[in-house]
C-alpha cells in the first residue's frame, strides 16, 4: 500500500491480540501437555542437532541435511538458554514472528479480516502450525507480501529468499513475483535473491559444508511416498487388505507407504511437480504478457504455485498445510467475497489437517475408516483448490477487458497502454496497494 497505514479502532486492537494471544497459549499448551509428542521435532530433533553442534558436529555443514542452511537460525535461537528451555524459546520466538505478522497485516486496508484469517487458521491447523519450521517462514512470507503491497519488491524479494533458505516451498513466491515484475524490477528481484543465496553459500563454504550446502536437494530426492502425501492415499486404502503397509523409516523419521509400485510413484513425483511448477509459471507469464493485472496474476499464480509444491510432493507432512496461509491472506487480498468459497474450503482442510495429525494420526497410520475418509477428503481438497487455481490463472483477463469482451477484441492501443502502466503500479485504485 502506498498510501500510509490504515488505522483500526482500539477495541478492534484488543479483540485481535486477545484471539491472537488466546490461541498462541493454546498452542503451545497442546504442545508441551495435551499432546508433547507432537512437538517432537523441536523437543527431540532440532534440540538434538543443537547439541550436536554444540559437540562441533553441524548438520548440514559436516554431514547432509534435509534442511537448507539458514534453518539454523531459528534452531540456534531456541538453544540461546542452552538445551534445557528448548522447546520454550522455540515458542517464544514462533509468538515473536507471528505478532510481526499481525502486526503488519493490521496495518493493510482491511487489516481485522487479515489478522483474523492468519488467527484462525493457525487455531484451525492446530499444534503443528507452531512445532515446526514451516511456522517460522509462513510468517516472514506474510511480511514479505504485505511488504509487496506497499510497494517494497526488493525487501520482500529479500524476505522469501530467506525463507526459501530455511525451508524451500517461499522460493514458489520469489519466483512469482520474478515473473510478474519481469519487465520491471527482475533486476532488483534476482539481484536480492543472489546477494542473500551467495552470502549464505558463502558462509556454508568458509565453514567447510562443501557440497552439503546444497544437500537438502538431494535429500529431497531420496525418499519415499511419506503416508499423508497426495500419492500416498491409493496406498493407504490398499493397507486393510494387505496389498500395501505403513512403517517408519528410521533414516527420514516419517511414516512412509510401501507397496507395488511404490518405488516408481516416488521416483515420477518430483519431476511430476517440476513440471507442474513450470507450466504454471509459464501460464502465468503468459498473462503478463497479455497484460493482466501484475497482482491478479501475482495472487493467483502464489495460489496455483504453493498447492502444486503440496499435492505433487511426496512427503506431504501435516505442517505443509500451514503454507497455504499466506495464499489465503492473498486471496482475501485481492477480493474476499470473490475468493470466499475457496478460502472456506482452505479452513476446512486446515481443521482436516489437524485431525489427521496429532488426533487421528493412529487411524490414518492404521488406514482404519475414520482415518482413510479424514485423509482422503483433505487431500481431495488440496487437488481441488489446485485445479481451481490453475483455472482461475487460465482464465485471467487482461486488464480492462470485459467479462464477455472477445480476446481478440483489445486494441494495439489498448494493449500498449497497459504495458506503460504496469511500468509504474497494477490496475488499482490509489487507495488500494499495489506492488511496486
Known amino acids: 500500500m502506498t498510501g500510509g497505514a490504515y488505522r483500526i479502532a482500539w477495541f478492534e486492537h484488543v479483540l485481535i491480540w486477545t484471539m491472537f494471544a488466546a490461541t498462541h497459549a493454546w498452542l503451545a499448551f497442546a ?23 554444540g559437540e562441533g ?31 520454550f524459546l522455540w515458542l517464544a520466538l514462533v509468538i515473536l514472528l507471528n505478532a510481526v505478522a499481525v502486526f503488519m497485516l493490521l496495518r493493510m486496508k482491511n487489516g481485522m479480516t487479515l489478522a483474523f484469517l492468519f488467527i484462525c487458521l493457525m487455531f484451525l491447523i492446530g499444534p503443528v502450525a507452531v512445532g515446526r519450521l514451516d511456522t517460522i ?30 525451508k524451500v516451498w517461499p522460493g514458489v513466491l520469489f519466483i512469482a513475483l520474478l515473473v510478474v515484475r ?63 503397509t505403513v512403517d517408519f523409516d528410521d533414516d527420514i523419521l516419517t511414516f512412509q507407504v510401501y507397496g507395488p509400485g511404490v518405488d516408481t510413484v516416488a521416483a515420477v513425483a518430483t519431476p511430476l511437480l517440476v ?13 503478463v504478457r497479455r497484460g493482466s493485472d501484475q497482482l491478479d496474476v501475482f495472487v493467483l499464480a502464489s495460489y496455483a504455485l504453493v498447492l502444486a509444491v503440496i499435492v505433487f510432493n511426496k512427503v506431504g507432512s501435516p505442517q505443509f498445510f500451514t503454507w497455504l496461509t499466506p495464499v489465503a491472506i492473498l486471496l482475501a487480498l485481492r477480493n474476499f467475497r470473490r475468493h470466499t ?19 487421528a494420526y493412529g487411524s490414518v497410520l492404521g488406514a482404519e475408516p475414520t482415518g482413510l475418509a479424514i485423509i482422503s477428503i483433505r487431500n481431495l481438497i488440496e487437488i481441488m483448490l489446485m485445479i481451481a487455481a490453475v483455472v482461475a490463472l487460465m482464465r485471467i483477463r487482461a486488464a480492462g477487458e470485459g467479462p464477455s469482451q472477445p480476446r481478440r477484441a483489445r ?17 488499482r485504485s490509489q487507495t488500494e496497494a499495489a506492488p511496486e
Open 182 to 244: 519481469a519487465k520491471t524490477a527482475w533486476k532488483k528481484i534476482l539481484l536480492a535473491g543472489a546477494v542473500v543465496s551467495a552470502a549464505v553459500v558463502t558462509v556454508g563454504l568458509a565453514l567447510g559444508s562443501g557440497a552439503n550446502v546444497f544437500s537438502f536437494v538431494s535429500q529431497q530426492g531420496a525418499r519415499g511416498l511419506q503416508a499423508e502425501s497426495v500419492f500416498a492415499t491409493p496406498y493407504l486404502w490398499l493397507v486393510p487388505s494387505g496389498a500395501a
Open 275 to 287: 513440471v507442474a511448477v513450470a507450466a504454471i509459471v509459464l501460464l502465468a507469464y503468459r498473462a
Open 57 to 87: 558436529h553441524v548438520v548440514g555443514i559436516d554431514e547432509s541435511w534435509v534442511y537448507p542452511l539458514l534453518a539454523w537460525i531459528p534452531i540456534g535461537f531456541a538453544g540461546a538458554a542452552g538445551a534445557g528451555p528448548y522447546g
Open 411 to 427: 486494441s494495439r492501443t489498448h494493449r500498449a497502454r497497459t504495458e506503460t502502466a504496469a511500468d509504474t503500479v497494477p490496475h
Open 137 to 166: 517462514t509462513v510468517a516472514i512470507a506474510v511480511v514479505a507480501i504485505c511488504q509487496i503491497w506497499e510497494g517494497r519488491v526488493g525487501l520482500a524479494a529479500v524476505l522469501f529468499t530467506v525463507g526459501a533458505w530455511i
Open 341 to 359: 468459497v475457496e478460502i472456506l474450503f482452505i479452513a476446512v482442510a486446515a481443521f482436516l489437517t489437524q485431525l489427521v495429525y496429532p488426533w
Open 31 to 53: 504442545n508441551l501437555v495435551v499432546r508433547p509428542g507432537t512437538f517432537a521435532d523441536v523437543s527431540g530433533v532440532y534440540r538434538y542437532w543443537f547439541q550436536m553442534a
